[in-house]
């Protein structure tokens, strides 16, 4: 990755119930991983995401103060593991070589923040501080967050990210026609609120998320990159977090995949299905995800596990995408 952070994530956590997770004013395990068995971890409100991936452009001397320590915090510990390192032997020794390496890994990343401050000021998300509050419907962070994750790509902040709008457990609000709070995993199992049914719920949730990823491509599209914009060298990827139906049996999942004129995968413009699971022809999510890593240069046999229920070769890209 070019980009100093290689893996930003957003989370739009509930504020409680359901399978929540995470607090929405802090950083908590998000929903992706960055390597076999490390979980990404996620900025849970618009605050804390704006707080910690723009303190080094921040005008506020409490932030600048705060940056400051927490560079010379790593740096002080970079050394200190360094030296501890110095008199190990064997696994105690590698052990502590990989934290001080860990904490090397976090300078590089500020140095290339500070390298970059020029370009971040230019596109700093001006967020309204309403969407700070506790008390803001479940549509107002998710539209806010829009704008982070736009200045965090277009400024070169990062390459990937993730977003995750909503969960199970999500109590939604700002519903249009709908004063109730609607608890989405009781909408899954066909409760209607205000009079409205569940699956004009559901409409109007799909609806929103969207008009999101609608605000996306028309930011990346006014980007100019190259000799075009960003969105033709942009992949995205919109799915959710359950397969053909409310518990999931995992047989099926759909993707909306939108990807520019720039990007390595034959997806353009069609609706594809493949074999269904079991059968002769069928792939996986890994196999997907695996798709992705050979079209951009990595060329693993395999993301993640084996289906152990099939019994067939199921390494490799699903070549139909590949260009």
């Known amino acids: 990755f070019p980009s100093p952070f290689e893996h930003i994530e957003l989370a739009c956590f509930p504020h409680g119930g359901g399978d929540g997770r995470g607090d929405i004013n802090g950083i908590e395990k998000g929903f992706s991983a960055i390597g076999a068995q490390q979980p990404n ?46 008199g190990l032997k064997g696994h105690e020794r590698t052990k502590v070589k990989n934290y001080a390496e860990s904490i090397e890994a976090i300078r590089k990343r500020t140095r290339k923040v500070e390298a970059m401050k020029g370009a971040i000021s230019k596109h700093i998300p001006n967020i309204d501080k309403k969407f700070y509050a506790d008390d803001i419907t479940t549509y107002e962070p998710q539209d806010a967050f829009t704008d982070i994750l736009l200045s965090t ?9 993730s977003f995750t709008l909503d969960e199970l457990g999500t109590n939604y609000t700002g519903i249009p026609g709908i004063e109730s709070i609607v ?20 409409l109007r949730i799909r609806h929103q998320h969207m008009n999101v990823i609608d605000n996306i491509v028309t930011g990346l599209k006014k980007a100019p990159e190259g000799n075009g914009s960003m969105f033709d060298n942009t992949i995205i990827m ?6 053909e139906t409310h518990h999931s049996h995992g047989t099926e999942f759909p993707f909306i995949i939108m990807a520019g004129k720039n990007t390595k995968l034959n ?3 069609r609706y594809i299905r493949l074999p269904k699971w079991g059968a002769e022809g069928c792939q996986t999510l890994g196999n997907l995800y695996t798709t992705l890593l050979n079209a951009y240069g990595n060329p693993i046999k395999h993301y993640g596990d084996f289906d152990s229920a ?14």
């Open 41 to 86: 971890y996620a900025y849970g409100s618009p605050r804390i995401a704006m707080q910690e991936l723009f303190k080094s452009v921040s005008t506020d001397k409490f932030a600048k103060i705060n940056s400051e320590l927490d560079r010379k915090v790593l740096e002080f510990s970079a050394a200190q593991e360094q030296h501890i390192a110095s």
């Open 238 to 243: 919109y799915s959710s977090s359950t397969g």
């Open 153 to 161: 790509i277009i400024s070169g902040m990062t390459n990937v990210l």
């Open 183 to 202: 608890n989405q995993h009781d909408v899954g199992h066909n409760k209607s609120f205000d009079g409205v049914a569940p699956e004009e719920i559901r």
């Open 267 to 269: 997806l353009g413009q």
């Open 310 to 323: 099939l019994k067939f070769d199921q390494s490799g890209p699903i070549k139909q995408f590949l260009v």
